[in-house]
């Protein structure tokens, strides 16, 4: 063990000075350690936050940098003891270094820290309250992860509360490739905040109990047989713990100080310019976060800011429900959305569900028919990977195999080829013909198509070498007579949806299929008057005629009008 000076004055009693025994108080206040190891919060680079969603778009670095000063031991002690706190915060040399640490080289993480927890402390402070913890536990999440949802440690640990995987798994969280409910800024912090209760229900004691969430139970209970004596006090046993769990505990006080006391300091907070309001919605259906976001106009980062817990932008909520964070105005357009945002692209996130080896189309339960279709993507400039991958609902890591890339960079103009699913519809929409119209179709075809093709020289040879002689022995009144209504019937299938090509309005795709875009609108639960569409999206076509004649009623009326 790395040797701990404990600064006291004292006589041994071995040498027979007489002198007392040095009380607990005596040990809080003066004990030392010159090779105290910071958690990995302290390591956190400003720069990584300034990517961090609400940071850029809810917040405002401050301009005017304050005088940066730190204070004295003296000063320190006495504004600890003025914070109403449950857990004792006593100070020493210890605490007195990671306070000095915030308020010098560390300024700007807690400028930006204090933003986050404008967002993130109120999760914590209304779990606590539930659970009738001390508030100031509050800020156990600034050291342990610099307030970053997204934190990974050297050790695997995850999340705002850096939770381990075995930990996790003990207190009900779900971890796969897709949901890392460790991120989960609610769930985590309800399942930290019952974990420090059943850890002080063991010590009796905050120091111990925040100890113990470090370093584990195991750990404490070996440095308390190592202290013998009975001792039961976080600082009698001190010496005996693990080097990261005796910086810990000091850290712990030097948050509660800064955070409490940072504008005495000349540190003025990143500012939030626009409140967060955040509610949820429970999602029973799988749906990627592109499909939302193209849907309801908001920025796909915002869902990602909101839901960490998804690893890979996928909500599988056919395997079980979940709930989405969105801004509290979104809610309810995702519930009046739903189908719109499921059907948003459908094909490029479509799964199969079964496939032979050797095919390249498989059946569905539907009718419909699922194919592995090859497309190329010319890399953009500032794009990246992962990126691109989640553009097309694929894993770059198949985008690097399809393209033998041996690493994950790629450069503007670069070809990728990217492998997605499509569904094709086209057997469906035809099952839906009626039997008497199938069977006028053979009579129908044939002079169907030599007149639809008339440009087409294939379709012009195939008409005149027809021979004369016999065209004129054909039946002429019934068969003709009855081809023509079957002629309309006769053409592909009028299909049932619809991907929007560059250059499409409502109003082109209405008059193309004989509807109406009110009646788009309302296949597709769009708002009256929302014209929102874009290439690539897939929306509803209603029934050939719907809304059409409505339409031709309201434009006599307001002639007749005039």
């Known amino acids: 063990m790395k040797k701990i000076l404990l600064t006291v004055a004292i006589c041994s009693m071995s040498l027979g000075c007489g002198a007392k025994a040095l009380s607990i108080l005596d040990i809080k206040h003066s004990i030392t350690d010159d090779n105290v190891i910071a958690p990995e919060s302290f390591e956190t680079k400003t720069k990584e936050l300034e990517e961090n969603f ?3 778009h809810y917040a405002s670095r401050s301009q005017e940098s304050g005088v940066a000063r730190t204070g004295t031991p003296a000063e320190y002690e006495e504004l600890l003891s003025k914070l109403p706190v449950e857990i004792e915060l006593p100070y020493n040399s210890i605490v007195g270094k990671f306070i000095d640490m915030y308020l010098g080289k560390r300024r700007e993480l807690v400028a930006d820290m204090l933003a986050l927890n404008n967002y993130y402390g109120n999760i914590f402070v209304e779990e ?6 001390p508030l100031e536990l509050q800020y156990l999440p600034v050291i342990e992860s610099a307030l970053n949802p997204n934190a990974v440690s050297r050790a695997g640990a995850v999340g705002l509360w850096q939770i381990m995987p075995a930990t996790a798994t003990g207190l009900g969280l779900e971890v796969n490739s897709l949901v890392d409910q460790r991120r989960d800024p609610r769930l985590a912090t309800r399942h930290a905040v019952r974990y420090l209760k059943q850890l002080y229900d063991i010590y009796g004691d905050w120091s111990l109990a925040i100890a113990a969430y470090n370093c584990g139970p195991g750990n404490v209970n070996k440095a308390l047989r190592r202290a013998g004596g009975g001792k039961k006090d976080y600082w009698e046993i001190y010496p005996y713990l693990v080097a990261e769990t005796r910086g810990y505990v000091p850290a712990f006080i030097a948050a509660n100080f800064v955070m409490n006391y940072y504008n005495r300091y000349g540190i003025n907070p990143t500012l939030v310019k626009n409140k967060l309001v ?23 980062e915002e869902i990602r800011m909101l839901n960490p817990q998804f690893r890979k932008d996928i909500i599988p909520g056919d395997n079980h429900p979940y709930a989405l964070v969105l801004p509290s ?3 309810l357009s995702y519930i009046m959305s739903e189908d719109a945002i499921l059907g948003n692209n459908s094909d490029a996130y479509a799964r199969r569900t079964r496939v032979e080896p050797g095919e390249s189309t498989v059946a569905n339960a539907d009718g ?3 194919r592995v279709v090859r497309k190329i993507h010319t890399v953009g400039r500032g794009e990246y990977l992962s990126a691109i ?6 894993s770059a890591t198949n985008v690097k195999k399809w393209n033998n890339m041996r690493s994950g960079k790629v450069k503007a103009g670069q070809k990728l080829v990217i492998e997605v699913l499509e569904r094709d519809n086209s057997a469906v929409a035809s099952a839906a013909v009626s039997p008497s119209t199938e069977s006028a179709e053979p009579a129908a075809s044939a002079v169907n198509n030599g007149d639809a093709q008339t440009d087409s020289p294939t379709a012009d040879s195939s008409v005149k ?27 592909p299938a009028r299909p049932t949806t619809y991907k929007v090509r560059k250059g499409d309005t409502l109003d082109k795709i209405a ?6 875009a009110a009646a788009i609108r309302k296949a597709n639960g769009m708002a009256a008057g929302d014209s929102r569409i874009w290439a690539g999206k897939t929306i509803k076509l209603p029934a050939a005629g719907t809304g059409t004649t409505a339409k031709k009623k309201k434009s006599t009326k307001r002639k007749y009008k005039r």
Do not use: W
Request: positive net charge; glycine residues 2%; hydrophobic residues 35%.
């Open 278 to 300: 955040t509610d949820t919605v429970l999602v029973n259906k799988r749906v990627h976060f592109n499909q939302i976001a193209e849907v309801l106009n908001i920025p796909v």
């Open 329 to 331: 105005q979104q809610c």
């Open 465 to 491: 070498s027809m021979p004369k002689t016999k065209a004129s022995t054909m039946p002429v009144k019934e068969p003709v007579t009855k081809a023509k209504p079957a002629a309309a019937t006769t053409a």
């Open 511 to 516: 008059k193309r299929y004989s509807t109406s």
């Open 128 to 133: 606590l309250i539930k659970e009738k913890l």
């Open 368 to 370: 419909s028919t699922t």
């Open 389 to 394: 991958a989640r553009k097309y609902g694929v």
């Open 54 to 56: 609400f940071l850029k």
